[in-house]
């Protein structure tokens, strides 16, 4: 049987219990768990997310979609299920158009990224990875590295439990990019460790679907579209500036771009 498509930025190295099911009346989702603790929820015509959802402590180990309503229920590690309910923005004011995208997004304040902020760490840790494909902006900072043990996201999803004790439950998809970033570095780190092989695909074919991912987040996020073969070319209205439609990563658009290098890289879910 061959292989229609590939899907994923999320890791599922640390339990054998996950599952990936189709949800929506047509099918037009696949919902999976993950080692961080994370829900994802993918778009299987794009392979773009659609919902990160922080649904456990530990390790999500899978997503039950109901199969005629928009709930759904998470499990784990932890002691408690979730159950969840996709709905429209709950906020009446909030403008979900490509417009209100738009002013929003350059309302949104400026972050310096990883490798200016932390340019002596980042340039330390390319020098130990030889092995393995990596670009400067795809190494987290300090603060923002995941533990590499199996008990690393408890620790991790326990110190954000809130007030009361309860269930830390919430929506991170304002995190995509960093997660995406912190779980390729994850999988690079245990390839040269010699550890187990962290993705069948490889980290090229790992690589590739978090670019797509971060290119159609990015263009989402702004109220953008992306060109199919050329996701990294992002269609602005006629307010945007040029130099404000460049990809934040820039590890997610040069290594596929035949104008940037000589041999790129294949681009696209397959």
Same mark, same amino acid.
């Given at each position: 049987?061959?292989?229609?498509?590939?899907?994923?930025?999320?890791?599922?190295?640390?339990?054998?219990?996950?599952?990936?099911?189709?949800?929506?009346?047509?099918?037009?989702?696949?919902?999976?768990?993950?080692?961080?603790?994370?829900?994802?929820?993918?778009?299987?015509?794009?392979?773009?997310?659609?919902?990160?959802?922080?649904?456990?402590?530990?390790?999500?180990?899978?997503?039950?979609?109901?199969?005629?309503?928009?709930?759904?229920?998470?499990?784990?590690?932890?002691?408690?299920?979730?159950?969840?309910?996709?709905?429209?923005?709950?906020?009446?004011?909030?403008?979900?158009?490509?417009?209100?995208?738009?002013?929003?997004?350059?309302?949104?304040?400026?972050?310096?990224?990883?490798?200016?902020?932390?340019?002596?760490?980042?340039?330390?840790?390319?020098?130990?990875?030889?092995?393995?494909?990596?670009?400067?902006?795809?190494?987290?900072?300090?603060?923002?590295?995941? !533990? *590499?043990? %199996?008990?690393? @996201? $408890?620790?991790?999803?326990?110190? #954000?439990?809130?007030?009361?004790?309860?269930? +830390?439950? =919430?929506?991170?998809?304002?995190?995509?990019?960093?997660?995406?970033?912190?779980?390729?570095?994850?999988?690079?780190?245990?390839?040269?460790?010699?550890? !187990? *092989?962290? %993705?069948?695909? @490889? $980290?090229?074919?790992?690589?590739? #679907?978090?670019?797509?991912?971060?290119?159609? +987040?990015? =263009?989402?996020?702004?109220?953008?579209?992306?060109?199919?073969?050329?996701?990294?070319?992002?269609?602005?209205?006629?307010?945007?500036?040029?130099?404000?439609?460049?990809?934040?990563?820039?590890?997610?658009?040069?290594?596929?771009?035949?104008?940037?290098?000589?041999?790129?890289?294949?681009?696209?879910?397959?």
């Amino acid at each position: 049987m061959s292989e229609l498509a590939a899907y994923g930025g999320h890791l599922n190295r640390y339990t054998f219990l996950k599952s990936a099911k189709y949800a929506g009346p047509s099918d037009e989702y696949i919902c999976t768990g993950s080692d961080s603790g994370h829900a994802w929820i993918y778009e299987r015509s794009t392979g773009a997310v659609a919902a990160l959802l922080s649904a456990d402590h530990s390790t999500c180990n899978g997503v039950v979609p109901h199969p005629s309503l928009p709930l759904f229920i998470t499990y784990g590690i932890d002691s408690t299920a979730k159950l969840w309910r996709a709905t429209t923005p709950v906020d009446e004011s909030t403008d979900d158009s490509p417009l209100g995208r738009y002013q929003n997004a350059i309302k949104a304040p400026y972050y310096k990224s990883t490798l200016v902020h932390h340019y002596k760490s980042v340039q330390k840790k390319l020098r130990l990875i030889t092995e393995a494909p990596i670009f400067p902006d795809q190494i987290p900072s300090r603060d923002d590295e995941y !533990d *590499e043990s %199996v008990f690393g @996201g $408890l620790l991790l999803r326990t110190s #954000r439990r809130d007030e009361s004790g309860g269930a +830390y439950i =919430a929506n991170d998809f304002n995190y995509l990019p960093s997660v995406l970033q912190q779980n390729y570095f994850a999988c690079v780190r245990a390839t040269i460790n010699g550890g !187990d *092989e962290p %993705v069948t695909s @490889g $980290l090229h074919g790992l690589m590739r #679907r978090i670019a797509l991912i971060r290119l159609r +987040y990015q =263009a989402a996020k702004m109220g953008l579209k992306t060109r199919g073969t050329v996701p990294w070319l992002m269609e602005g209205g006629p307010d945007w500036d040029k130099a404000e439609l460049v990809p934040d990563f820039p590890c997610d658009w040069v290594p596929y771009d035949c104008e940037m290098t000589e041999s790129p890289y294949e681009s696209g879910i397959g």
